[in-house]
């Protein structure tokens, strides 16, 4: 019998792969959690919703989202199968193809933004520390040496990755820059004014709940990728959850503070030279270095991904999306991206409500295989998805990704159990 790799999209890891506990866990999703992303968004609500609305949209966003994504974490476990693999459960093999080719676009988006977002922050401290005319500040260089750095850690792998970097000394660097930048806001900032200060109100609740959550549902569509070399359920749902939680919680709301204190204007620039004048840049230089494992963890999902679409390996396509992503980074300008982290949501949300139901609900967390369509479970998560663009366009004050996210998944409950449960299965 031929061996099947650990890494193939389409086949469980073996029992002798499935190593990463609760520890490993918390260390890559805290890490994940954590990135200039995260703290830009924190910046795009801070002048909307003040201080007490951001951190008030932070934590409930934060907490629904990371709920739903251990869940799907533990789909990843149960079954050993990639993200993409896990879909074909409920869409059936033919019907996973949809999703699949979405999830490639947007983590090649997701890959090509993160490695802009390295580039512009370490341009901006090579130029403070070198001068602006300085070769080191040369932004094409930065694009290059991060876009080759991400490729490099996606063609590794994730059990490389996890074990032998972040586990032993990333993580620690990584606390360490966080506690320094919540010792230094707290130091020089009046906290007790900013949290008096409303917000303007160019943003509701409901909207940077919206936005929020985005952030923990835009790793739906990947974190079976890695959740599938879990040892035991309990610790990936409880390793997923706080690890994510606690870093992209901690962080958004350093973004909102550092912002409302430090840079008013809430330009991106703004902020960065706000984070970089703290600690002489050392704190937003580990945070800037963490970031490459954001970038790592699109490619790497992207080629997954991609293998489930094509007869390539895992470790080719991760190299190839690498540099088309360091291609797209290299001439495309980072723009405003709220329109995207909504846009993933009104995909991805509703399609993960019908994904839960499925594994937890109908399919009581058992693998069954399906080679073809099963038209319900589409039939409700298009439904999902119009009622998400629905509600955002008739009252987005409402929010739309929650509604969203349990209709789809109602629906999909109701017609599997009016079908029978082994009607369900066929």
Same mark, same amino acid.
């Given at each position: 019998m031929?061996?099947?790799s650990a890494?193939?999209?389409d086949?469980?890891?073996?029992?002798?792969q499935r190593?990463?506990?609760?520890?490993?866990?918390?260390?890559?999703?805290f890490?994940l959690?954590?990135? +200039?992303?995260v703290?830009q968004?924190?910046a795009? !609500?801070?002048p909307?919703?003040?201080?007490?609305g951001?951190?008030?949209?932070?934590? +409930?966003?934060?907490? $629904?989202?990371v709920?739903?994504?251990a869940?799907v974490?533990?789909?990843?476990?149960d079954?050993?199968?990639s993200?993409?693999a896990?879909?074909?459960l409920?869409?059936?093999?033919?019907?996973?193809?949809v999703p699949a080719?979405l999830n490639v676009?947007?983590?090649v988006?997701?890959?090509?933004f993160?490695i802009?977002?390295?580039?512009?922050?370490?341009?901006? #401290?090579?130029a403070r520390?070198f001068g602006?005319?300085?070769?080191? &500040?040369n932004?094409m260089?930065?694009?290059?040496?991060f876009?080759?750095?991400?490729?490099?850690?996606a063609?590794? =792998?994730?059990?490389?990755f996890?074990?032998? $970097?972040?586990? /032993?000394w990333?993580?620690w660097l990584? @606390? =360490?820059?966080?506690l320094? !930048?919540?010792?230094?806001l707290l130091?020089?900032?009046?906290?007790?004014?900013?949290?008096?200060?409303p917000?303007?109100?160019s943003?509701?609740?409901?909207?940077?709940?919206d936005?929020?959550?985005a952030m923990?549902?835009s790793?739906l569509p990947?974190i079976?990728?890695?959740?599938?070399f879990?040892?035991?359920?309990?610790r990936?749902?409880?390793?997923?959850a706080l690890g994510?939680?606690?870093?992209?919680a901690w962080?958004? &709301? @350093?973004?909102?503070?550092?912002?409302?204190?430090?840079?008013?204007?809430?330009e991106?620039?703004?902020?960065?030279?706000?984070l970089?004048g703290?600690?002489?840049?050392?704190p937003?230089l580990?945070?800037?270095?963490?970031?490459?494992?954001?970038?790592f963890?699109?490619?790497?999902?992207?080629?997954?991904? =991609?293998?489930?679409?094509?007869? +390539?390996?895992?470790?080719?396509?991760a190299l190839a999306?690498g +540099?088309?992503?360091t291609?797209?980074?290299l !001439?495309?300008?980072?723009?405003?991206?709220?329109n995207?982290?909504?846009l993933?949501g009104?995909?991805?949300?509703?399609?993960?409500?019908?994904v839960l139901v499925?594994?937890f609900?109908l399919? /009581? /967390?058992?693998t069954?295989?399906?080679?073809?369509?099963?038209?319900?479970?589409?039939?409700?998560? =298009?439904?999902?998805?119009?009622?998400?663009?629905?509600i955002?366009?008739w009252a987005p004050?409402v929010?739309a990704?929650?509604?969203?996210l349990?209709?789809?998944?109602?629906?999909? *409950?109701?017609?599997? #159990?009016s079908?029978?449960?082994?009607? *369900?299965r066929?």
């Amino acid at each position: 019998m031929t061996q099947i790799s650990a890494f193939s999209p389409d086949h469980p890891v073996p029992p002798s792969q499935r190593v990463l506990g609760g520890r490993d866990l918390f260390s890559l999703w805290f890490s994940l959690g954590v990135g +200039l992303m995260v703290l830009q968004v924190g910046a795009l !609500l801070a002048p909307g919703l003040g201080l007490a609305g951001a951190l008030l949209a932070i934590v +409930l966003g934060s907490a $629904v989202g990371v709920l739903l994504l251990a869940a799907v974490a533990v789909t990843g476990c149960d079954t050993g199968l990639s993200a993409m693999a896990t879909l074909g459960l409920t869409l059936g093999r033919q019907g996973a193809r949809v999703p699949a080719l979405l999830n490639v676009l947007q983590l090649v988006g997701w890959g090509a933004f993160e490695i802009i977002v390295m580039r512009d922050a370490a341009s901006l #401290l090579a130029a403070r520390t070198f001068g602006a005319h300085s070769s080191w &500040s040369n932004p094409m260089l930065w694009t290059l040496c991060f876009g080759a750095l991400a490729t490099l850690l996606a063609v590794s =792998g994730p059990l490389t990755f996890v074990r032998k $970097v972040l586990r /032993r000394w990333g993580i620690w660097l990584l @606390l =360490g820059a966080c506690l320094w !930048l919540t010792w230094n806001l707290l130091a020089k900032a009046d906290l007790a004014a900013l949290w008096a200060r409303p917000g303007d109100g160019s943003l509701s609740l409901a909207l940077g709940f919206d936005i929020v959550i985005a952030m923990p549902l835009s790793w739906l569509p990947l974190i079976a990728d890695y959740s599938r070399f879990g040892q035991r359920a309990s610790r990936v749902f409880g390793g997923t959850a706080l690890g994510f939680f606690l870093g992209n919680a901690w962080l958004m &709301s @350093l973004g909102v503070a550092y912002t409302l204190a430090f840079a008013p204007s809430g330009e991106v620039n703004a902020l960065l030279m706000a984070l970089a004048g703290a600690g002489l840049g050392l704190p937003l230089l580990l945070i800037l270095l963490d970031e490459s494992e954001n970038a790592f963890a699109d490619i790497h999902s992207a080629a997954v991904s =991609g293998g489930t679409l094509v007869r +390539l390996k895992v470790e080719h396509l991760a190299l190839a999306i690498g +540099l088309l992503c360091t291609l797209i980074a290299l !001439l495309a300008p980072l723009a405003q991206y709220q329109n995207f982290l909504l846009l993933i949501g009104s995909v991805f949300a509703p399609l993960f409500g019908v994904v839960l139901v499925d594994h937890f609900m109908l399919r /009581r /967390r058992e693998t069954l295989r399906l080679d073809g369509l099963r038209w319900g479970a589409l039939l409700a998560w =298009g439904v999902g998805v119009a009622v998400y663009h629905g509600i955002a366009h008739w009252a987005p004050e409402v929010g739309a990704t929650l509604p969203a996210l349990l209709l789809a998944g109602g629906l999909y *409950a109701l017609l599997g #159990l009016s079908r029978g449960r082994g009607t *369900a299965r066929a």
